[in-house]
């Protein structure tokens, strides 16, 4: 299993190479402001020719420093139960909107409110899960455990696109482990999320969205992330089958039913399975909820059925619980040290990930790639973090980039703010956007 659980880890995606693209990306970017911070100039000391062809540069910003209360520099123990303290800050978009553009809320046009309010929707949600009480033993710490005693529970999570797996996960994990999106799709990879508490240790996968045929079997011409999401399905210890209650209550899917139906048919004699109605905060007549519990209540292979709200909390707290009872005595798949730099590489990607999701519309964030290239501790504990994003057209960059540069050092700027909020250290966040290099024939 633990081979399995390694196997299926989404982190092979991330690269920490530091290959430099010979492409000239010329520099867009009007920064509003020049002053650097000394941290800033500790980055750009400590920083190669990349930066100086990044469209976005955090140290071409002046923010303000970030709190220095945890010890700038100190090794994150446990990074998640770190993050589970993580104060989210919600006027990030309005001093991007400062510094990008001098004064408050200019540039903000409909869409952006809109934009905006989703946004706070995800930080509350984030908030919320983030000051729940810490764990009574949470001091034992999670490496102190030995290794004969710890518990492991391998969760997958199965849905029709937009039912909330990846809100879930995050709410249920305490940090941003996956994009959330009003978009559909937007889990393009199996992100791991991982809760460790007292003895028990939970990893979840959110699988990407299943696309049913009419029969409730994948379309004949599934893509080969669909295809994986069908295979990965068995491996876990147990699976949460998922669906957006409110919608089914409206417009049933009669491709959800099935997918519902074919996975509830029988007791899996190895892998607990679970119905989670998702988004009842959204139902009004919560008698409803009763009505569609009813019509699912024949099927065996359910073990329990649950009823929460990923995204605003509800009922996540008692999911959490029967899951941490489900744990079988196996050591844990991830080492809490170990673990450390990669969460917060997964992290770094994700958050610059959303926020470009909240200001690209179209297509165009589905067709360019997106790659960590470098991250890098610095003396003064702050981290660099290089990202690059590839896109196949000229044009399609220049949307990304934005008129003036102000597209990307807008998600630049939103992104630096949180994950310096998240990390509890100044990040020098770099990002460059280019175009992909034709092959030669
Ligand atoms: N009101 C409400 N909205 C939710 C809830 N859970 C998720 N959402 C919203 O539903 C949309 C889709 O949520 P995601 O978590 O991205 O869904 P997903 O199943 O991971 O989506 P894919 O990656 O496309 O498969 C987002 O706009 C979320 O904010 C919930 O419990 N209540």
Redesign the pocket.
Known sequence: MRRIVRALRPLQKLTSHTTQFPLPVHRLLSASSSSSSSASAAASSDSDSAAHDADFNSADFSLPPSDPSPASGAPVRNPLSALCKVRFEPCLRARADEALFGEKNAGMGVEDAVEEE?SR??ALALLEAALEPPDENEEEGPEEVRKEDQMSLSVGIV?A????????TNTAVGSKV??????????THEILGVLTKGKTQICFF?T??LMLGHHGFPHRDVTVRVESAWTSVNLYDLLIV?FDVNRHLKMPDSRVIKLIKRLGAEVNPNQKRILCM?????VEDKKDLLKVAKEFEDLPGFERYFM?????GKGVKDLVQYLMDQAVRRSWDEEPATMTEEVMKTISLEVVREKMLDHIHQEIPYVIEHRLMDWKELKDGSLRVEQHFIAPKQSQRQILVGKNGSKIGRIGIEANEELRSIFKRDVHLMLQVRVAKKRSS
């Not at 929460?308 to 605003?312: A, F, Q, R, Y």
């Open positions: 989703r929707e995800v849905g696109p937009n039912a909330g797996k990846s809100s879930l996956a994009a959330v999106s009003r978009k559909t799709n937007t889990t959110d990407p969205g998922m998702n988004k009842v905060d959204l929460v709200s990923g995204l605003k």
